[in-house]
């Protein structure tokens, strides 16, 4: 829970008080009035502020504290502690949505995370808006300030803060991947009052940037689940009954791949090749000529050799010498 003097202001999540984490990255800054927190969103909860204020604040002409809630900087209006509410017991102040009244129905819509979707840059966006429309994107905020009650008041017709496709640079670099959005009930009536502010300036301001536990890793806020041992590494004692029976189906499927990979094996120790290599030679113009049916070495060479004619004497009227041998190509 963030603490600013009297006051202390915390994000509940589905019911639960929200994770929160210093923000490191904030500028170190003097002003006793404000507080920044990161805190962790899940998609599709619903959310709230809850703020404490003790017995102890001294008031002085103000009729009560009044409670502003913003998301990703948009107004959700508030509630009010009267000074005779903080008497004798610390107040807890509850802002869960933006009250609002349509077709006679008094509504709250209340405040939930949802998924965030983001564009590539389209050539009608205007970037020089980027900052003025995203740069509270991821952000929740409350103030308290001191105020007196001017009336009652009708709740009017709300417009909530429509949810839209961000364009990708408008985060710049920021990891995020929820948004805030809206879940509308029906609820009783209830009185509300018109209020106006005494001061200029607040007298706390609470600032949370919401952050899925994922993206909060990667800003290294808070640490990376350590990977789990594989079920093969752990003590048989430690395993549950589903892990048995998943390590026992991971077993029985190496020990099918390596009898098939076995049999697979046995199937290419049978298979009969030729290892002799293939024969060639020289054609006559240089080109090398390969023998599919080459037989050994010895008919190679017998077939490699020139045929030979020996001229008998009468054949050529005895003019040639018997030890001359005439070569036929």
Same mark, same amino acid.
């Given at each position: ?20 984490? @210093?923000? @490191?990255?904030?500028?170190?800054? /003097? ?71 349509? /077709? ?58 429509? /949810? ?34 005494? @001061? ?10 919401? &952050?899925?536990? &994922? ?18 590494? *752990? ?5 549950? *009954? ?9 077993? &029985?499927?190496?020990? &099918? ?70 070569? @036929?190509?």
């Amino acid at each position: 829970m963030a603490i600013l003097g009297t006051f202390e202001a915390q994000v509940i999540v589905n019911g639960v008080p929200a994770a929160e984490y @210093d923000d @490191d990255e904030e500028p170190v800054t /003097n002003d006793p009035t404000l507080i920044t927190k990161y805190v962790e969103a899940v998609s599709d909860a619903l959310f709230a502020f809850k703020v404490k204020i003790s017995p102890t604040y001294k008031f002085t002409n103000e009729d009560g504290l009044a409670v502003y809630a913003y998301i990703d900087g948009h107004s959700e209006g508030g509630r009010i502690s009267r000074r005779q509410d903080l008497k004798t017991a610390t107040a807890a102040l509850v802002v869960d949505g933006h009250l609002q009244t349509e /077709n006679g129905r008094f509504k709250n819509c209340m405040f939930k995370f949802a998924d965030l979707e983001t564009r590539d840059l389209e050539k009608g966006d205007d970037t020089s808006m980027f900052r003025e429309k995203y740069s509270e994107l991821g952000t929740l905020r409350v103030e308290i300030w001191r105020a007196r009650i001017t009336g009652e008041a009708e709740p009017t017709r709300y417009e909530a803060k429509k /949810n839209e496709v961000v364009p990708e640079k408008a985060l710049k670099g920021r990891p995020l991947d929820v948004v805030t959005s809206y879940a509308p009930v029906d609820v009783p009536m209830e009185n509300t009052v018109l209020v106006k502010l005494m @001061d200029s300036k607040h007298l706390a301001k609470f600032i949370f940037k919401y &952050r899925t536990r &994922r993206a909060l890793q990667s800003l290294m806020i808070i640490e990376r689940s350590p990977t789990p041992l594989p079920l093969e590494e *752990r003590p048989v004692e430690e395993l549950t *009954r589903e892990e048995m029976a998943e390590l026992l189906r991971r077993q &029985r499927e190496q020990f &099918r791949v390596k009898q098939e990979y076995a049999g697979l094996k046995r199937e290419r120790a049978g298979t009969i090749t030729d290892p002799r290599p293939l024969k060639s030679s020289k054609g006559e113009n240089g080109e090398t000529i390969y023998h599919l049916d080459s037989g050994s070495d010895d008919e190679e060479e017998e077939k490699a050799k020139p045929e030979v004619e020996v001229l008998d004497d009468d054949e050529d009227g005895g003019t040639t010498d018997p030890e001359i041998e005439i070569v @036929d190509l």
